[in-house]
């Protein structure tokens, strides 16, 4: 399955001009974000607070990820606090994976930020979180905390932004967005067959496992008749009707 680095930002001393910092903010709006992941199928790793982008990086070079996606707010040079507004959504040229996933963050972030037109994805060499990363990455700036219009729209819609973020991360991977709800244990009733564990939820996607009949599994997810499955160290996708909720 897809496996993501999330990496909201570290920056507790940029103030937002509403109040709370960056930090607080985004590690909030990421909190929105990982439940769809969950249920969704897709695999992450987050930083924490207490690390900067340098450990950051470390973290997601020590691993095997897919896209690692950097997540802040802006804010403008000083002398012209307040002036400025608008998402940019940033990737590293010759990246044909992070331009793409930019792209598709970027094009779903104008049907809710209020100014459209000033949302825009683009090229960036000089952040470490998209030269210095051995996964595709994408550098996000959610709109200007120094601007009380955006500041007020960031921290008055997480859940919606959350929501659409996670939109576009499926999106990225082919996948179908999940609304999150309770994990449930269950087990596997295939009348002695095994259960496949597939990459999609479709027929025609890849098999990543075989669950035995009688196996305990987590659904993590459901939509139409496939449920999204925990079993074992992988994270995958099965009919709902070869499962009993326990």
Do not use: C
Not at 73 to 78: D, H, Q
Not at 186 to 208: D, K, Y
Not at 223 to 241: C, H, L, N, P, S
């Amino acid at each position: 399955m897809p496996s993501i680095y999330l990496s909201p930002s570290t920056q507790e001393n940029n103030l937002y001009v509403t109040g709370g910092t960056e930090e607080q903010y985004m590690n909030l709006l990421t909190d929105q974000i990982v439940p769809y992941l969950r249920s969704s199928g897709i695999v992450y790793t987050r930083n924490t607070p207490d690390m900067t982008a340098a450990s950051s990086i470390r973290a997601s070079n020590a691993g095997n990820y897919d896209l690692h996606f950097a997540i802040h707010s802006n804010a403008a040079p000083e002398g012209k606090y307040g002036q400025f507004r608008g998402i940019l959504v940033f990737y590293y040229p010759g990246s044909a994976f992070g331009e793409r996933a930019a792209n598709i963050i970027a094009r779903n972030l104008k049907s809710i930020y209020p100014l459209p037109n000033l949302v825009r994805a683009q090229p960036n060499t000089t952040l470490g979180e998209l030269r210095q990363t051995r996964a595709p990455s994408v550098f996000l700036e959610l709109g200007y905390h120094d601007n009380e219009e955006d500041a007020k729209w960031i921290t008055g819609n997480l859940p919606l932004i959350g929501r659409n973020l996670a939109g576009s991360l499926t999106e990225i991977f082919g996948l179908p967005l999940v609304e999150p709800q309770e994990e449930m244990a269950a087990v596997v009733e295939t009348q002695g067959g095994n259960l496949n564990l597939r990459r999609r939820p479709s027929t025609s996607a890849a098999v990543i496992d075989r669950i035995p009949n009688g196996s305990r599994v987590t659904v993590l997810g459901r939509r139409q008749d496939w449920a999204t499955i925990a079993y074992e160290d992988k994270v995958g996708f099965g009919y709902m009707m070869y499962l009993r909720i326990l």
